[in-house]
């Protein structure tokens, strides 16, 4: 992460997003559709002493007019489906994409999403029922 430009889709919290500029992102742009969720990141960076990170009202990658060489989803692999398509378009050769929160039956859904979009599963970490899956743009 250091000196790259992150994306955080469905940030929440933005505990990820704060953890990326503590890494050294050289920018971090943190998305929620829930303008809860993006009240409580803008608290939470603001008690963090956050300087990268720019909380936003988004709705998954819609809208997002910019380049990133990581992007993050600690989300629903519902929702990562929804917003799979979008992943080329938004993430510069050789990026890597994070998706967290999937459940294990969801897992070869997603793997084979990312296939279809052009992304390379470099990473599968499980817990439990739970998995975390990256992958990188050729």
């Excluded at 929440?12 to 704060?18: A, P």
């Excluded at 799979?84 to 897992?107: N, T």
């Excluded at 859904?109 to 029922?129: A, F, Q, R, W």
Aim: aromatic share 2%; charged share 20%.
């Amino acid at each position: 992460i250091p000196d790259q430009k992150v994306i955080d889709v469905g940030c929440g919290s933005g505990i990820l997003s704060i953890a990326a500029e503590k890494l050294g992102a050289q920018e971090v742009l943190a998305l929620d559709l829930d303008p809860v969720a993006v009240n409580n990141a803008q608290e939470n960076c603001k008690q963090n002493h956050t300087e990268k990170v720019a909380v936003k009202k988004g709705d998954l990658l819609q809208g997002v007019g910019t380049t990133s060489q990581v992007i993050v989803a600690n989300i629903l692999a519902e929702i990562i489906e929804q917003m799979m398509y979008d992943l080329p378009r938004v993430l510069e050769p050789g990026g890597i994409f994070i998706g967290s929160g999937i459940i294990a039956k969801k897992q070869e859904d997603i793997i084979n999403g990312l296939h279809l979009v052009g992304l390379s599963v470099v990473d599968i970490v499980t817990e439990e029922d739970w998995v975390a899956i990256a992958a990188q743009k050729k």
